[in-house]
Every structure is written in structure tokens, then in C-alpha cells.
T-cell receptor
Framework: ETGVTQSPTHLIKTRGQQVTLRCSSQ?????VSWYQQALGQGPQFIFQ???????GRGNFPPRFSGLQFPNYSSELNVNALELDDSALYLC???????????FGPGTRLTVT | AQSVAQPEDQVNVAEGNPLTVKCTYS??????LFWYVQYPNRGLQFLLK??????LVKGSYGFEAEFNKSQTSFHLKKPSALVSDSALYFC?????????????FGTGTKLQVIP
């Protein structure tokens, strides 16, 4: 198992609500990436934070936002939830943007 | 725009036989290529990467991958498959433009090793 932890494990929200997901990176890692993985699909890159600054973003709308803290842990915030946001949200940390990523177990979000 | 293709949804191979899981990519600059594995009810795990150097990259659990620039491919290989290799395999490419990162994963290939 990696040293990347995510909370909560599961979450059920109603359409239109807001949600915050949390990730603690592995010790020594300064880069965190977030992914959305729908059932049967590959992970879709949401964004990446490197030393508290966003340094990469995929094709997700602005209602997906994030933060990275001085200890390199991170949050993913999603506003105005839609049914299609139901997915497994994965956090991955690495020693830097060029390095391999170590994934957490994910947060399963269900939007009803 | 960068992309990754894994043309096979599933690969079946007999235990002890060599295996290949295919991946092709498209990026604007120099590619950083990765393979990850997802075992049932477990998270994604890093297998190996290519950044620069030798075209044959060795990774975890006896896996290796061959980078072919002319064919824009990065196929995953193993000389002798084990039943425990059965899992979902993802190829990924990282690209950078103006200091901004983007990572793209393929859709995954399910490897089934038959005893």
C-alpha cells in the first residue's frame, strides 16, 4: 500500500450540493494530482498541484477546484454537483511533476 | 492534444506464456510514459516509466516495456505470465506545455492469465 490516504471513503450527495474531498500525500512528496474514474473507464486528469500552485489542469469545468496546503496535503472541491459527477475520485502524490505517481484508495462519490 | 490508445479491451494469455499489452500515444513534445496496474479491490500501482535513455525499461514484478519513437508505442511485456498478473493495466502519458502539466490515461486493458 502507498502512504497516500483519502477521506472520506464513500460519500452520497444531492444534485446541486457542494463537496470537499481530502488527500494526504506520501511523505517526501510535493506534488498532488486528482483524477475522476468512472466505472469501467481510465482515470481522467482533473488537475495537479506542485508546491501549493496549480500547474496542470484537464478538461474539467471551473466548478472543480482545489487547494494544496503547506504540508502538501490537498483538497478537491466540486460545486453545483451533477449526476454525472458520480465516480471514484483518486488522489495521487509524487516527488515532483516528472515522477511516477502513488495513488490513494479513492473516494466513491454518489450524486442523487 | 495528447492522447493514449490501448487498442485491446482484454488480453487472454496462458500461464507461462509471454504477454504483451499494447499502448500507443500522441504528444506534442517529448513523452513521459507510464504503466500502472489496478488489481481487484486495490488501488492503482506504478509499474514502470520511460522518460529518457534506453528504449527497454524494466519495472516491478518482472514487467518491462519497449519505447518505440517511430511507432509512438510503449508496449508492456513480460516473458512468462503468472495467474497473479491478472488485473487491469493502464498506460499513461505526461506532457508539458509552457510549464503546465497534463496527464492522460488510456482506457485500460484487462489481462486474464489462464492457468
Amino acid at each position: 500500500e502507498t502512504g497516500v490516504t483519502q477521506s472520506p471513503t464513500h460519500l452520497i450527495k444531492t444534485r446541486g450540493q457542494q463537496v470537499t474531498l481530502r488527500c494526504s500525500s506520501q511523505s517526501g512528496h510535493n506534488t498532488v494530482s486528482w483524477y475522476q474514474q468512472a466505472l469501467g473507464q481510465g482515470p481522467q486528469f482533473i488537475f495537479q498541484y506542485y508546491r501549493e500552485e496549480e500547474n496542470g489542469r484537464g478538461n474539467f469545468p471551473p466548478r472543480f477546484s482545489g487547494l494544496q496546503f503547506p504540508n502538501y496535503s490537498s483538497e478537491l472541491n466540486v460545486n453545483a454537483l451533477e449526476l454525472d459527477d458520480s465516480a471514484l475520485y483518486l488522489c495521487a502524490s509524487s516527488r515532483g511533476p516528472d515522477y511516477e505517481q502513488y495513488f490513494g484508495p479513492g473516494t466513491r462519490l454518489t450524486v442523487t | 492534444a495528447q492522447s493514449v490508445a490501448q487498442p485491446e479491451d482484454q488480453v487472454n494469455v496462458a500461464e507461462g506464456n509471454p504477454l504483451t499489452v499494447k499502448c500507443t500515444y500522441s504528444v506534442s513534445g517529448n513523452p513521459y510514459l507510464f504503466w500502472y496496474v489496478q488489481y481487484p479491490n486495490r488501488g492503482l500501482q506504478f509499474l514502470l516509466k520511460y522518460i529518457t535513455g534506453d528504449n527497454l525499461v524494466k519495472g516491478s514484478y518482472g514487467f518491462e516495456a519497449e519505447f518505440n519513437k517511430s511507432q509512438t508505442s510503449f508496449h508492456l511485456k513480460k516473458p512468462s505470465a503468472l495467474v497473479s498478473d491478472s488485473a487491469l493495466y493502464f498506460c499513461a502519458v505526461r506532457d508539458e506545455s509552457g510549464g503546465y502539466q497534463k496527464v492522460t490515461f488510456g482506457t485500460g486493458t484487462k489481462l486474464q492469465v489462464i492457468p
